[in-house]
């Protein structure tokens, strides 16, 4: 379930209610589109009902996202929520529960009064804790787990100190006795509140037009110069964006994209060293072996099975596609897999297109990739009403799950 935030609109000041994977925030009342970016994660507050306290909070990572685990002779997959304290403060919740969802949280800002207790669980850590979760209920040796497309961020609870007990501020109930002279936060406070959000204006850097996305979207468009950027380091920078022209007025274009990469640990130089690798039942042509190898996945979040049938089918086929510069106007899907995040499933794309898993995964340990290469690649589906299907390759995607993708 997705976490809901207010934040006020950077422009007016109007409290407009967003979502936890939302990076657009396009304001109702005077129009005004920022685009939300956090150095590390989003990091929310579940606001007190103690006014007159003065407040600490005590940080927990939330991780929600899927998991993938290539153990055994398959390629299994799990999706996990959890929340785990960051601070090592004896008598403290370990986990928030289901609270994050039955409250409206709010982004750390400028103004938030109080004071923090420093995070000290690292992302490997909590990652760890999520692989022990979900590689226990599988059986065989685990040769890979990887984490695509996941949402990380802290949430802090709110605390104060009252008769030497530390209350939970939201209920007001005590949660931890503190015996004489026991000074249980101490150096655990952090010295300045951590970093709030910065908004962007979505002008395109290119030629200054509005740039065009959706609320989860990760990547924006320029429609005027058809560019596409996404941010790092809070700033726009500029992803390379080809499109498939389609054909007839139900065309939606889907975005995906496509990896040029070589492998070590398994020798991928070329796609006719893929197609050797993964014993694919195809006759090797002379130009695959001057073809640089390209991993395709989505760029758009849909479930693991979907995901993983999807890069499959593409990448195997790797399809000659004409493509141009050029974006329409209207029809574009919203982007909202990252390509760092579409990068991790070159792996699984490999032993998935493997016909002998046997001979593949023992191999995967090894196996790394060098990217070369990368680019949004648009391609033309058909909406039919229940389906979207691929124009070219008659690849078919259910519009529910496209749509339920989103909330993942
Ligand atoms: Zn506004
Ligand atoms: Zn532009």
Known sequence: MALTVEQ??????APIRIEETDHLLSCPYCNVKSFLFA??????ILPDKAPDKDI????YIRFKGNVYLCQGQTIGHRVVD????????????VSLGLRPQAMEMKFVGPHTAGSFLKCSLRLADILAKVGKHTSRSASGQLFHRAYIGETLSIIYLPLFVQDRKVFDAITKNPIVKLSQDQDIFGSAIRSNPPRGLTFMATLCPQCGWNLDGERDSVVLTCSNCSTAWEVSEGKFVRVGLVLVQGRGENTVYLPFWKIEACAKG?????????????????VVQGNWENQNMCFWSPAFKIR?????????????????????????????YPVTMPQSEAAQSMKLTLAGSAITERE?????PMVSFTEKNSTLVYLPFTDTGHEMIQQHMRISINKKTLEFGRYL
């Open 39 to 44: 150095p590390d994660y989003y990091r929310l």
């Open 56 to 59: 600490i909070y005590a940080p």
């Open 304 to 332: 693991p099975k979907i995901f993983l049938r999807l890069s499959g089918q593409l990448t195997i086929s790797q399809k000659d596609f004409e493509m141009k510069e050029t974006i329409p106007k209207q029809g574009l």
């Open 266 to 282: 398994v020798e991928i130089n070329s796609f006719a060293d893929f197609v050797r690798v993964t014993k694919q039942p195809r």
């Open 360 to 364: 593949i995964f023992p191999l995967l």
């Open 8 to 13: 006020e609109c950077p422009q007016c000041g």
């Open 82 to 93: 959890i929340t785990h304290l960051g601070a090592p403060v004896k008598g403290l919740p």
